[in-house]
């Protein structure tokens, strides 16, 4: 299993150059170049809600991408740091501005569904995780 890390912080200037590393490291996986764009999409959406969640919460870590080739499988998670609370923590006065953002948090991940069969979202207390997988139609040329 090959493993390409990227970080980067926290500035949406910083998404595209993430998009095309993907989509980059992906065509070498193997993965269909008629799905690529998809893959572009899917990636720039997740790290768009990443770089939007680290500056709604002034997190200064960065943002990370892990691009991992598996037998048969290309896979990418997008992380952030930013805390998730439950439902029921919203501060009073505050809840046009949680209900909004909570809002355009789901349209980005509802986008990143429509874009990918297999993809799993996790979120607690230390961040979230984004993990979207490809099938690739070819050995890939090693990533070493």
Do not use: Y
């Not at 598996?70 to 896979?75: D, I, N, P, R």
């Not at 953002?101 to 961040?127: F, K, P």
């Amino acid at each position: 299993m090959a493993t390409v890390e990227l970080r980067f912080s926290a500035l949406p200037e910083h998404v595209r150059t993430a998009r095309l590393v993907a989509a980059a490291v992906a065509r070498r996986a193997g993965v269909d170049e008629a799905v690529l764009d998809e893959v572009r999409l899917a990636v720039g959406e997740a790290c768009s809600r990443a770089v939007g969640l680290h500056q709604s919460a002034g997190i200064i870590e960065p943002v990370r991408v892990a691009l991992i080739e598996e037998e048969k499988q290309f896979s990418i998670e997008v992380g952030d740091e930013a805390p998730r609370s439950a439902p029921g923590d919203r501060a009073p006065g505050g809840a046009v501005d949680v209900d909004a953002e909570a809002e355009e948090d789901e349209m980005g991940l509802a986008v990143i569904s429509g874009l990918v069969d297999d993809v799993e979202v996790t979120a607690g207390e230390n961040g979230g995780l984004i993990r979207m997988t490809w099938p690739t139609t070819s050995p890939g040329i090693a990533l070493a």
